[in-house]
Structure formats: structure tokens, C-alpha cells
């Protein structure tokens, strides 16, 4: 497949949103709702269930809705400050009572709006990232979708990123990136290819971790797989001193960078 | 008799490190600009003894990197640091590698960020300071490296850093990788702020995109100075998506305040006697007196 080709894949409606992830990998779930400052965004679906039998685990997902209605409810999987604010809320409280975290991410990018400025879409987003930097609980993040650009960082900040083989993971929509550049929209394939977007140019960037085999028509087994990754790295994040899973974190991201220092 | 004594000595003292605007002038040539606001031209010289504000109409002129450190800072206390880095063209993308040529040849920098460290009433601080002349200030890994490197510098010599941010946004240039420039920094950031170093950020004009969803929103204090724009989301974009005329002021600094995300907003004329007090004041540890 081309960027592209991926690219409307990773959008297309058929694909299962996060809440089917996070209903298919845990057990006894409950919701959580609201940021407990303004309100609740109908984008985030997150809350606390066992990712296992003895593995209690918070779980953060932007939901892009299944039909009409709810995708306007949810207005397409676009979060607005205060989802984010929930979504920090609820890492905080992870942290408190030593659980991990796991984020499934699949937006366009954050909402874009006059309320959305007024309410600091900045602001939240950059709160997130900070805070997420210093989390003393593991955090993992799967893009399930698209990952776009600051809206998906604001909940990709973590130890472990993964990304399903026909996601993508955008700083710019190629659309926007199209219409800056070259004042045309429709150029949206040249831009997909020359952003590189697509899950193996990120593991090649070393930007994630892994890729994961989709298979919607075994929706069960592929979420078993995921279920399976999760408690290995779990396991692997948990067995380590508390100190340097920050530590690790930092570097993870310190690393990241292309530059000459040739003089 | 004694407060006199002191307020003379304090004032000798601050007169002495007043920054040089003459050393600067004498280095910078004397061109003629043209201002945004009313379209009357103004020499640069008679500019930079005006804190680069028209002389007609007020409006700010938009200041590099140098220039800014050099208006603001005590006088010779400066040194710019981390200079060697270089953008480079990894994705092959298309006219990146123009951009980059004529950027440089117009700013004569070689990105879009200053740091180092410098002086304010005495106080050492580390400052970065992003130049919107060089592609908008866009963040790429030369920026985000910079900027991580003065901070990890910053926090191992316990100094507090002020940033002036200014940006377009990410660089799209570079992909993912800029994307990731904001965790890059906002580690750095945390890191800093855990051992309880100070961190202000005066927000410039403009300052947008992944820069206001990052290190700009992250200060313990954030000032901005008067007009600004700052905000996430275009303008343009956000009328297209919402389909309505947005107020005039919509993400100005006067905006940001009035909904509670800044903390004051400062006319430059008075920024570096402010700065110069916040550092005062927090150069005594409430533990220690």
C-alpha cells in the first residue's frame, strides 16, 4: 500500500475505535468521566478494569464513535482541553495507586475551535506532555488509527509505543501539510509519502517500539496478542528500579533528533 | 540616610550594567524599516534605542535571537552556547533544503534558536530565545536539541532559565521527528523543574501550534508581552472549521489573560526591571531566610 492508501485506511469507518480495544483487552471495566475542573469530553473513553486477572491497569482511549450520532458526540475522535484533562486526572490517579497506564490513540489531531482556545487547548496538551514526562507508573501507548500530530503526543508521552501495521503518525495532516506548502489540498498523496507516516517509517525512525499484525476478522485473537505484548513490557517496566523508568523515558525521547554539529 | 546610601549605590550599580544598545548599534548597520502597523519607516538604530518599538504608532518589531539577549541582558554578561548544531534534510523533503539556505543567509544564524546564558541585575540565567525570522521559528531537531541542552546545562548548574518563544509551529520538514522535539524539550523541562529550578517563559509574537502545546505553556511563570499572538490552533483554521468570524483580539496575550492562561503581560520598556525582580525575589529560597 502507498502512505496514501494507508492513510484512508487508518481512517476508515469500518475500523474498530478504541472503546472496542479496551472492551475487548480488559475485564470489569468501569468509565471514569470528567476533568473535574469544566467537563466531561465524550472523545476520551477512560477508566480502570483488570487487563488481567491479578494486573489492575487505567486505560485512556480516544474514541472516534461507531454511527452518526455518537461520532458527532464524540466530535470524530477530536478531543478538546477538558479530555485532556481527564485523561491527566486519570494518569495521576494511576500513579497514586501504582497502576499502569495504557493509551490507545486514534485522532485526527485535537479539537479545533473558538472554545477549544479560550478553554487552553495549548495549555492542556503541554501539561500532558510534562506530566506524563515525570509519571512514576509505567505507560503504554498503542496508535490504533491515526496519530495526529500534538492531539496524539498529548497521550503517546510513554514508555512504549506501538503502532497497528496500517496506522499512521503525522506531526501535520497531509491534508494540511498539502495546503501550507504547496496551497493545494488536493496534493494530500505527495504530502502522506514525502511526512513519511506510516508505521514501518516510524520504526525505522525508532519512534516506536513495534508493529501489530491487524486482523479485524479475529478481532478476539489479535486483541489477545496485544493483551499478551502488554503484560511481557509490563513486566519488563515493572522489574526495573521506580527511578529509572523516568529516566528511561527521558532518553527515550532525548535521543530523538537528525542534526550535523560540523562546523 | 542609610536607605538614600543604598538606593544611590543600587542605582550606580544598576546604571553599570545596563545593557550596551550603543556596542550593539555600532556592530548593526543602519538600515531603514518599514513598520507593519503604520508604514512609516524607521532607522534601525533609532529602533534598537527603542526597545524595536515604531516610534509612531508603538507596534513591536519582531526581534532575533542576539538582538534580544543583547537589548535585555547586563551588559557583556552573555555567552551563546550550543551553536554547532545544523539542520539537516533526512527525509529529502521537497524545498527543505532551499529554505534552510535562504533562512540562513537572510538571519545569518544557523536555525531558529539562541541559548546560552547571561546576566540580569546580577542574577545568572540561562535563556533560550526563538527567532521567527529564520522559517517562522519552525521546531525542528536543531531547536529541540538546543533547547534540551540549555536546560540540562541549566539544571545542573542550578540556574533558572528564561525562554522567549516565537513559532509557527512544528517543522513539517521533518516529520515525526519534530513532532517529538516537544517531548524531547518537555522532558528536559520536568527534569529541570524537579529540582526546583525556576522557569519563565514570555511569549512573543507569535507564538503558536506545538510551541504553545509544549515548552511555551510550561513555565512556572508565564509573561507575555502586550499584542502578542499566541494560541494553538490557526486562526484561518479554526474560522474554516467553526464557519464563523472570530473576534479581533482572539488569541491575543490580552485574550490568553482575560481566560486565565498567562500570568501578566509586559510592555517590553518594562520586561527586563520585571525579570529582574522575579529573580530577586526568587533568589531567596523561602527555607533559607
Redesign the interface.
Known amino acids: 500500500m502507498t502512505p496514501y492508501e494507508k492513510l484512508k485506511t487508518a481512517r476508515a469507518s469500518t475500523r474498530p475505535t478504541g472503546s472496542a480495544y479496551v472492551n475487548q483487552i480488559f475485564k470489569n471495566i468501569i468509565e471514569f468521566h470528567g476533568d473535574r475542573r469544566y467537563g466531561d469530553d465524550a472523545a476520551i473513553y477512560s477508566g480502570i478494569g483488570y487487563l488481567d486477572d491479578d494486573i489492575p491497569a487505567t486505560f485512556i482511549a480516544i474514541d472516534k464513535g461507531t454511527d452518526l450520532q455518537s461520532r458527532i458526540q464524540k466530535n470524530f475522535g477530536c478531543p478538546k482541553p477538558e479530555g485532556y484533562r481527564k485523561a491527566l486526572r486519570l494518569m495521576k490517579q494511576a500513579e497514586k495507586f501504582h497502576r499502569p497506564v495504557i493509551c490507545f490513540v486514534d485522532t485526527l489531531g ?1 479539537f ?3 472554545e ?8 492542556a ?3 500532558n ?3 506524563m ?2 509519571l512514576n507508573t509505567p505507560v503504554i501507548t498503542i496508535v490504533i488509527g491515526e496519530g495526529g ?2 492531539g496524539a ?2 497521550l503517546a ?1 510513554a514508555d512504549k509505543v506501538y503502532m497497528l501495521e496500517n496506522a499512521v ?4 495532516s497531509p491534508e ?2 498539502a495546503s ?2 504547496w496551497k493545494d489540498s488536493g496534493k494530500v498523496a505527495d504530502a502522506a509519502a ?4 506510516t508505521a514501518s ?2 520504526r525505522e ?1 525508532k ?1 516506536i517500539e513495534g508493529i501489530i499484525t491487524e486482523d479485524f476478522d479475529h478481532f478476539d485473537k489479535m486483541c489477545d496478542s496485544i493483551r499478551h505484548q502488554l503484560k511481557k513490557d509490563l513486566k519488563e517496566l515493572l522489574s526495573q528500579p521506580k527511578s529509572k523508568l523516568t529516566d528511561n ?2 532518553h527515550r ?2 535521543r ?8 | 540616610m542609610a536607605n538614600i546610601f543604598t538606593n544611590i549605590t543600587n542605582f550606580i550599580q544598576s546604571t553599570s550594567q545596563m545593557p550596551d544598545v550603543e556596542a550593539l548599534i555600532r556592530k548593526t548597520e543602519n538600515v531603514t524599516l518599514v513598520c507593519k502597523g503604520c508604514n512609516n519607516e524607521a532607522s534601525k538604530h533609532q529602533l534598537l534605542r527603542n526597545h524595536m518599538i515604531c516610534p509612531q504608532c508603538g507596534k513591536y518589531f519582531r526581534l532575533g535571537g542576539k538582538e534580544r539577549i543583547r537589548l535585555l541582558a547586563d551588559r557583556k554578561s552573555y555567552t551563546d552556547m550550543f551553536d ?5 534534510d ?2 529529502e ?3 527543505y533544503a532551499e529554505k534552510l539556505e535562504k533562512s540562513k543567509k537572510s538571519t545569518s544564524e544557523k536555525d531558529a534558536v539562541t541559548v546560552g546564558t547571561a546576566r540580569l541585575g546580577g542574577n545568572e540565567f540561562a535563556y533560550f530565545v526563538m527567532d521567527s525570522r529564520f522559517m517562522m521559528a519552525s521546531m525542528g ?2 531547536l ?2 538546543k533547547i ?1 541542552s540549555i536546560f540540562e546545562y541549566a539544571t545542573e548548574h542550578s540556574l533558572p532559565v528564561i525562554g522567549f518563544t516565537a513559532s509557527g509551529g ?1 517543522r ?1 520538514q ?11 524539550v ?6 529541570h ?2 529540582e526546583g529550578n525556576l522557569y519563565i517563559t514570555v511569549l512573543t509574537d507569535p507564538t503558536t ?2 510551541c ?7 513555565g512556572d511563570i508565564i509573561l507575555a508581552e502586550p499584542k502578542a499572538l499566541v ?3 490557526g486562526r484561518r ?2 474560522e474554516q ?2 464557519k ?1 468570524k ?1 473576534p479581533d483580539n ?2 491575543s496575550a490580552e ?1 490568553l489573560l482575560e ?3 498567562v500570568d501578566a503581560i509586559i510592555p517590553r520598556e518594562k520586561l527586563r526591571e520585571t525579570l529582574i525582580n522575579i529573580l530577586n525575589i526568587h533568589s531567596v529560597k523561602g527555607g533559607k531566610a
Open positions: 485535537a479545533c475551535g473558538a477549544a482556545e479560550e478553554r487552553g487547548q495549548g495549555q496538551i503541554a501539561e506532555i510534562l506530566e514526562m515525570g500530530s500534538g503526543l498529548a508521552t503518525y503525522s506531526v501535520i494540511g501539510c501550507i506548502l514525502c511526512l513519511k507516516i517509517d516510524m525512525f519512534v523515558r527521558y525521547f532525548r530523538i533528533g537528525f542534526f550535523n554539529t560540523e562546523e | 554547532k548544531f545544523e539542520s539537516v533526512f527525509l523533503f521537497p524545498g531537531s536543531v529541540g536539541e534540551t512544528a513539517m521533518e516529520g515525526i521527528i519534530s513532532l517529538m522535539q516537544m517531548a524531547k518537555s522532558g528536559a523541562v520536568k527534569r523543574s524537579n501550534g506545538g504553545t502545546a509544549s515548552f511555551a505553556m510550561q494560541g494553538f490552533a483554521v479554526v472549521t467553526t464563523s472570530l482572539f488569541q485574550f481566560h486565565g492562561f
